[in-house]
């Protein structure tokens, strides 16, 4: 709407001004963040009592300083630990320590002093624990872009510090942290899942999806790399996802794990649970992505279902500029179209257009992806591709024996590792290999 109609729907009788109109927009810019630090305020006793000690902290007397820091310790103390509990202790200690009656004895001053530098080491233990975690989990899309946050933190540090049974969260990252280093060894897996089930009713809803989310980026990962038993476990951990409500947070849930939770279900066959999450969590995701989200979701479903039309149909209702989809779009096309080759419902140049978009997508790197996925989506192409040259429509040369692409397997690993070494198993046996 232009400037012009905005100031003739609220003046009509005034003649245009663009100065008085901005002095307007800008009062009610201030006024609408006026309105949501109040809004903020009233949700968030603990920002609250933090703003309120703040204010206080200055004056001669320290009574009402004392009130709001008490009122502050009470609201961070609430239901449940995380990481960021570990960050407001610690700059209550640091508002405690600033206040100008402390410095004026000696005795309360290092009574303030010690909880402070205890205070310190714990946000210092959690957060590079965070920081690692986060490094070691992007970094299997991205790419190292960090060295480690701390040479020292090795495996034995971690052990020594296991034994404060005070601090939950900071354990449980712990248990997290010898997964994600060591992600080959199953036990560290199976530790710090039991761990977060142990320990759920103690922790807040934010870092009960926090831990879940690294024990499930694990197992998709080691899914990935090809350890399909972990297929089944990220399943559970999804199952216990919804039967706990760790997914839905402040009525949102992320299109994220929306998707990876249905295509998780999808490709172990549990249909049921994957539409009841449909049904269930839907209603959740943001409106703005809420219907292409729903639409991605179904093509997943029909294609597990072996229905490829309805799964390609789906796919292609997608706006191009869906681009928060365009990974997962390009890689079920080109499969469903293979399965459609293998129907007899396509041809071989529906393939070959498919891997030929597939394969221009991912060498334009729009996404900056880390060289190991961006490869391994590639190598899902080469497979398909080679896959579809011994359907009788191709009609050239020899295609290379199945037996020789399923040796490749173990050095040129693909995305949707599990559906590569099925389908050629089904070749295989149609071979009479």
Not at 277 to 294: H, L, M, V, W
Request: hydrophobic share 40%; aromatic share 12%.
């Amino acid at each position: 709407m232009k400037k012009e109609h905005v100031f003739t729907s609220l003046f009509p009788q005034d003649n245009y001004d663009d100065n008085r109109l901005n002095k307007l927009a800008n009062q009610l810019v201030r006024f609408i963040e006026d309105f949501l630090v109040q809004q903020q305020f009233k949700k968030d006793k603990a920002l609250k009592y933090q703003a309120l000690a703040c204010s206080l902290s200055h004056r001669e007397d320290s009574r009402y300083f004392e009130v709001a820091m008490k009122k502050w310790e009470q609201a961070i103390a609430g239901p449940g630990d995380s990481l960021f509990a570990y960050l407001s202790r610690f700059l209550l200690s640091i508002q405690h320590l600033s206040h100008h009656q402390v410095h004026e004895n000696n005795d309360s001053y290092k009574t303030v002093l010690y909880n402070a530098r205890e205070r310190l080491n714990e946000l210092n233990h959690a957060w590079q624990l965070f920081f690692e975690l986060e490094r070691i989990a992007r970094g299997k899309y991205v790419g190292d872009l960090f060295p480690p946050a701390r040479p020292a933190l090795t495996i034995e540090m971690i052990e020594a510090l296991d034994g404060r049974e005070e601090l939950l969260m900071i354990r449980l990252c712990q248990k997290l942290y010898l997964m994600s280093a060591q992600p080959d060894v199953r036990e560290y897996f199976d530790v710090a899942w039991e761990a977060l089930r142990l320990s759920c009713e103690q922790l807040s809803s934010e870092a009960r999806l926090q831990v879940l989310r690294y024990l499930l980026n694990h197992c998709i990962a080691r899914y990935f790399q090809g350890a399909g038993e972990f297929l089944q476990l990220q399943l559970d951990l999804y199952k216990w996802g919804v039967e706990k409500q760790v997914f839905i947070q402040n009525d949102m849930i992320e299109d994220t794990i929306f998707m990876n939770a249905v295509i998780t279900a999808a490709t172990a066959g549990d249909f049921k649970f994957a539409e009841e999450f449909i049904t269930g969590n839907k209603p959740y995701i943001i409106p703005s992505r809420r219907k292409a989200t729903g639409k991605m979701a179904h093509a997943y479903l029909y294609f597990h279902r072996e229905e490829y039309e309805k799964a390609v149909r789906e796919i292609d209702k997608l706006r191009m500029q869906d681009y928060d989809f365009a990974i997962r779009r390009q890689s079920l096309l080109l499969r469903a179209t293979y399965k459609l080759l293998e129907q007899g419902r396509a041809d071989f140049g529906d393939v070959m257009d498919r891997y030929r978009t597939y394969t221009h997508f991912f060498e334009r790197d729009s996404y900056d992806l880390a060289e190991g996925r961006k490869q391994s989506y590639l190598n899902l192409a080469y497979y398909v591709y080679q896959m579809a040259c011994h359907h009788p429509t191709y009609g050239k040369e020899a295609p290379k024996p199945v037996k020789e692409i399923q040796a490749e397997l173990a050095q040129k690993v693909p995305a949707a590792s599990t559906w590569v070494k099925n389908e050629l198993a089904l070749l295989s046996a149609k071979k009479g290999n």
